[in-house]
């Protein structure tokens, strides 16, 4: 089964990702934790390139390089461990891409979804959107690190993101499941696991 985490910068995907593994390694089931982009050794480089806010890129190129630590990205990683059965869960996927290049810099919709299509990507099983009022999620992530290229960008850039990842639940329910990330973490992963124990029952 293939499970993609997704939300706007500091929506609390990093906490929600450690309550997971632990309840998961409980149930002793098998599951390999992944993210995008930067998960394979090429990957790596492509994500220093693609997050080093001294890098000059246009929405195209930016786009293009994503989509290539994605091919790495399922070719070496997700679908190997899919194949052996496990349960494969990615902090970032295709819907990323939809949302900060689609929603955020403005690349036709359309393309992308073509690019996923004839490059055969997987379909995730099940979507987690944690969605996160857009000015809560940036003071999280300023409070964090030292800002990255996407992080940096204007408020508006990251309003945008959020928009076209709510359309994206709303088009797509069936996959995509909008979990309230302004609640404290504990209910975040409560949200998560009711979902998560229908869909392994299904399984
Ligand atoms: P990262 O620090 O891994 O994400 P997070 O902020 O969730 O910890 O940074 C990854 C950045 O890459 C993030 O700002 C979003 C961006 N990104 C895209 O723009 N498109 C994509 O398809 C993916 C996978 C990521």
Known sequence: MFITLEGIEGSGKSTLIKN???YLLDLDIDVLFTREPGATITGKN??????????DLSSEAELLLIMADR???IKNIIAPNLNLNKLVISDRY???TIAYQGGGRGIKIKLIESLIKNLK???PDLTFLIDINVEIGL??????AELDRFEKEEINF???VRD???KIAKKDPERVIRINGNQEEESVFNDVKHYLEIKLAKR
């Open 46 to 55: 492509i994500r220093n390139l693609l997050l080093s806010p001294n890098t």
């Open 20 to 22: 997971l593994n632990n």
């Open 164 to 166: 076209a990842y709510l």
């Open 71 to 73: 091919v790495e990205h």
């Open 94 to 96: 295709i819907d990323s």
């Open 158 to 160: 990251h309003k945008r």
């Open 121 to 123: 990507m997987p379909i």
């Open 139 to 144: 003071k999280r992530a300023k409070d964090r």
